[in-house]
């Protein structure tokens, strides 16, 4: 049932997709990996995806409004500026950065480019499921990899699997649902003994909220010298600006090439195209997103404390946490008293992932919380 103007309108695109030619078969059903929310937002608290809450900055949020006027014009020309501000902040050459609707259509790109018709796409379970969306429609071999214990990538199996077919391997770091790290240097092994047949991808959408340690360190900032490597980021987090859609990744030449053959003409809109160069430069507003997270994240290890909760070590701006309950019993829950938590992720079937809000917002989480019939007792139902 089509219950609100948004939704209906959601719906009517996932369908003109389906008519367009690609040379893939066409992905039918909107993605589910993100919701649709159903009715109008008033009212619902939004802690199911993972935004920056506060974003974007004031200096982005004026480059927005004075972009409007331009909106009757094709924004391609901008493209190639873009590309160099990000080429510039990760000091590669522009032939290195390929711009996407979002890391999502990375993503789509990069399955499409080197999953499809048979060959193997190889991912963590639970990770974030664009990559796997997208692998299954266009014939990937699709290849599930547990996490560990302590949540990180069980890179172990997944060099098996990619000695014994090569393929895409998807590694997400931190990884969402998780907000767990995979250490650097086993990485570092693991990249090392992929066979050349394989193509590994990291997805870096939460690196500005990764806690500097030994065990984390970027593939840009860092860089290793493996052509092998895709580095994908994101402007949807840190820097406020899910819904402008902007998402990016460096790798070699030859294989953004052939991941750009999978891209949408003119796939970045006006109004980010110069917004985006703004946020990566408005140093001061990222670093004060950054310590904004940080509190809050340790705002919710207290809360949680308090409550004898021991939710997974998060370095990112989401906390997953087991409540040894069935999660869609929780998520129901929190639904019924108009707060939106993320979603289900098999195989974690009791974990729920909060987004972190404002403190206001979680303020209400824990109020709603309070009200769950086992909050009490939760290790010993
Ligand atoms: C790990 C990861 N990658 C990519 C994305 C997609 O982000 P976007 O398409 O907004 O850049 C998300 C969104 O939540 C994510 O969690």
Not at 189 to 195: C, S, Y
Not at 318 to 337: L, Y
Not at 345 to 371: C, H, K, N, Q
Request: proline share 6%.
């Amino acid at each position: 049932m089509i219950t609100s103007r948004r939704a209906f309108l959601r719906f009517g695109a996932g369908a003109a997709a389906t008519t367009a030619s690609w040379p893939l078969k066409a992905v039918a059903a909107p993605p589910r990996f993100e919701p649709a929310r159903g009715r109008d937002s008033d009212g619902l608290i939004f802690l199911y995806s993972n935004e920056n809450a506060y974003g974007p900055s004031p200096k982005v949020a004026d480059t927005l409004r004075a972009t409007v006027e331009s909106a009757n014009r094709y924004p391609r020309l901008h493209y190639q500026d873009l590309i160099e501000q990000i080429s510039g902040a990760h000091q590669v050459a522009p032939e290195r950065v390929l711009l996407g609707c979002g890391s999502t259509e990375i993503l789509r790109m990069a399955a499409f480019a080197f999953a499809a018709h048979g060959k193997q796409l190889i991912y963590a379970l639970p990770t974030f499921e664009a990559i796997e969306h997208y692998s299954r429609p266009v014939d990937a071999k699709i290849t599930g990899v547990t996490l560990t214990s302590g949540f990180a990538h069980d890179l172990d199996a997944m060099l098996a699997r990619a000695s014994e077919g090569g393929g895409l391997v998807y590694i997400c770091n931190p990884n969402n649902p998780t907000a767990s790290l995979t250490p650097r240097s086993d990485l570092e092994n693991f990249i090392a003994q992929l066979p050349t047949s394989a193509i590994v991808l990291i997805d870096e959408a939460y690196h500005h909220y990764a806690r500097t340690s030994g065990m984390y360190a970027s593939f840009l900032d860092r860089p290793i010298d493996d052509e092998k490597v895709i580095v994908a980021r994101t402007f949807s987090k840190v820097y406020g600006l899910a819904g402008m859609r902007l998402g990016y990744a460096i790798a070699s030449p030859k294989l953004l090439r052939q991941m750009s053959s999978f891209s949408n003409q003119d796939n970045i809109n006006a109004m980010v195209t110069q917004a985006a160069a703004v946020a990566l430069n408005d140093s001061d507003s990222t670093r004060n997103f950054i310590q904004r997270n940080a509190n809050d994240r340790q705002e919710f290890f207290n809360q949680a404390m308090a409550r004898a909760l021991k939710p997974i070590d998060s370095h990112t701006n989401f906390v997953m946490m087991n409540t040894f309950h069935p999660a869609e019993e929780v998520i129901q829950h929190f639904r019924k008293n108009n707060i939106m938590i993320g979603r289900r992720f098999p195989p974690m079937d009791t974990y729920i992932r909060v987004s972190l809000g404002r403190p206001e917002e979680m303020l209400a989480f824990w109020r709603v919380w309070d009200l769950l019939p086992f909050s009490k007792n939760i290790m010993h139902h």
